[in-house]
């Protein structure tokens, strides 16, 4: 009778990920601002829509949220490069901003940056806190 190893088959390194990614992330303190842009998710989904064509992305869907009379707005656009989420808070004058696309048929790093830079500009923060992450 033969005596048999068990054999640990081994795996080839992983390998590098094409769809690398860039991951930008405000909080927006002090917006002064179009109060549409804080208040009106109608406003907020054409404009955030129209920032993102501009910017050379796509759309492929969106839906946004009013909390009501003085409430803020949530919404999100999907994006064929990934996403872009912004909800606001009026009676603060915050927002919180994310444009996430990745990599994987072109470089769209400078696209989110354009459309990033643009919503900023557009909500005028005195006390913007930014962030960006790669992500890969």
């Known amino acids: 009778m033969k005596n048999y190893q068990s054999v640990v088959p081994i795996r080839p390194p992983a390998p590098q990920r094409q ?3 860039l991951h930008l992330i405000g909080d927006l303190y002090g917006c002064l601002c179009d109060s549409r842009l804080m208040l009106d998710a109608e406003y907020l989904e054409n404009f955030c829509k129209e920032r993102v064509a501009a910017s050379g992305l796509t759309t492929v ?8 009379e003085g409430g803020g707005v949530t919404g999100a656009v999907v994006l064929a490069e990934s996403h872009l989420a912004i909800h606001t808070w009026p009676e603060d004058g915050y927002v919180t901003l994310d444009v996430y696309v990745c990599n994987y048929s072109e470089n769209n790093r400078p696209k989110a940056q354009k459309l990033f830079d643009d919503l900023l500009a557009a909500f005028n ?3 913007p806190h930014l962030h960006a992450v790669d992500r890969a």
């Open 125 to 127: 923060p005195n006390d």
């Open 19 to 21: 769809a690398t990614g």
């Open 61 to 68: 869907g969106s839906l946004f949220h009013s909390f009501g």
